[in-house]
């Protein structure tokens, strides 16, 4: 399987990031965060509540300007970037179908999604609306909209809370799946060490706020072999390497 | 339900209320709409006869006038006329109240050196308004629609600001990600998420801007419903103005149950079916 999308990595360099409130508070969110993701690779940002991990995923987007340093997209390929919000974030006023292909840019509207919905398990559920869909199903469209697009970079904060454990495996297994017909550079966040050996290359690990990188864990067992036997042996030698980290 | 002064119409029930429509449960209200309305018109029939009086016609007689004024083409060119003038003031209202109102929620400061203006142009009477456009710019159509329209403006304005306020930014965000153009932020992003408070606005708007219009009609139009009303009066013809009022009225009903409902329906059909 060939890697698609960009030759250059992703490379983010954000030397400090403040948010002030109205009262004049002001709360140092990031201090010196650095770290690149290769191209191809699944890398998971792994911290606690509340360290920044949002705030960091937010400024990668676009979507936060205010912050000091710097960061650079992967380049090459679609150029697009992609997003599973935590939340699902899909129009209630459109149906599944309508969102996904909204998200793509015009050339690709009319594209055969039927192999994606078919993965995601979303074949019968293309003329639904938002309000009609339990909060996996619409996780797994908010997925949809994501991989459809083939970005050349996909961000995924926390796509996977306030789900029952059974569903939310599932979902990863799908998310796995739909990955690997078309491994894009992916930096998903989450909180869940478990969740991070399951899908990642390298799992990057903040420290409490102002967070910065306390250090990488590479895991270098290819996903298929990562039984609950295997997961166990990654996760003792992760609680070596982080000491107090869970 | 057109005829009905806005403002008494919250938003959640101008969102709703179409929701709930089902061919059994609209049977029984219609009934009682009916009779309601025949019981009315036997007060009135019954008053008339009571106390019979050249300035107090029975719906008999105002049936008379209303047919020999449709035969005559009089009461549709009339009419005609006046829905017109409300058609083109209700749009030039609702597009400019509402780009205004969606700047307004947008931009706090903006709204903060405006509100004033939006304050006092709400409390401008109506015949102000009208007597004013009609001295600096003529007796003319342009006038006369201006005239409407600037009454109904603040109104949606206000509204609109509303709704602008209750944006998600989620949204917005979202479609900053996935780069939606202008055109699909606007139809897919911005204008669902506004429809309530757009047909909140639309409602007591239709109701408002058709009484400013036959004032003005009355005051400086040679047709219309008002301008009709002005002749009888001078007349003392009542029968003749009960005619075209009720005409007018059973208009805005049919525009009411046939355009707007409808619409209405179309845009919030992805309510009806919660999970
Ligand atoms: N708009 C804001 N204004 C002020 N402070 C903020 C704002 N957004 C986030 N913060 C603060 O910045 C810090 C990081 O928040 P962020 O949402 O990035 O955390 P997180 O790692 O995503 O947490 P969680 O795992 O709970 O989602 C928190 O302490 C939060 O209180
Ligand atoms: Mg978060």
Known sequence: MQPVGAAAPLRVDIAEKTFRSAQGVSVMALKNLSFEV??????????????????????LLGLDRQFSGSFQLPEGGSNRIAAVFQEPTLLPWRTVEQNVRLALPKDLRAKNLDAL????????????????????????????????TEPAVLFLDEPFVSLDGRTAGQLRRLLLDVWS???????????????????????IVLAPRPSHVLGVFDI????QHRGPDATNGLLRSFHQKFPGVT | MTARDGGDRTLGEAAGISSRSSSAAT????LTVTIS?????????????????RAFPGPGEVWQVLLREAASGDLFYHLGATLGRVAAAYFVAMIVGSAIGILLGSYRRADRFFNPWVILFLNIPALVIIVLAYIWFGLNEAAAIGAVAVNKIPNVVVTMREGARALD??????????????????RHILLPQLQPYL????????????????????LGRSNGVGFQIHLYFQLFDVAAILAYTLAFVAVMLVIELLLVQPVERHATRWRRRPA
Request: proline content about 6%.
């Open chain 1, 220 to 223: 270098g067992l290819p996903r």
């Open chain 2, 199 to 218: 047909a909140a606005a639309s409602r007591s708007g239709i109701a408002l801007i058709w009484k400013i219009v036959l004032v003005v009609e009355l």
């Open chain 1, 38 to 59: 290769q191209q191809g690779e699944f890398a998971c940002l792994l911290g606690p509540s509340g360290c920044g991990k949002t705030t960091t995923l937010r400024i």
């Open chain 2, 27 to 30: 049977v029984m209200p219609a």
């Open chain 1, 117 to 148: 919905f078919d993965t995601l398990g979303l074949a019968g559920m293309r003329s639904l609306y938002p309000a009609e869909l339990s909060l996996g199903l619409a996780r797994r469209a908010a997925l949809a909209r994501a991989f459809a």
């Open chain 2, 169 to 186: 930014p989620s949204y917005a965000e979202m479609a900053a990600v996935y780069r939606f153009g202008p055109l699909d932020r606007l």
């Open chain 1, 181 to 203: 017909a078309r491994p894009t550079t992916a930096l998903m966040v989450t909180h869940n060490l478990t969740e991070a050996l399951t899908l990642a290359d390298r799992i």
């Open chain 2, 37 to 53: 309305l025949l019981g009315l018109g036997l007060l009135w029939s019954l008053a008339a006869n009571t106390w019979p009086s």
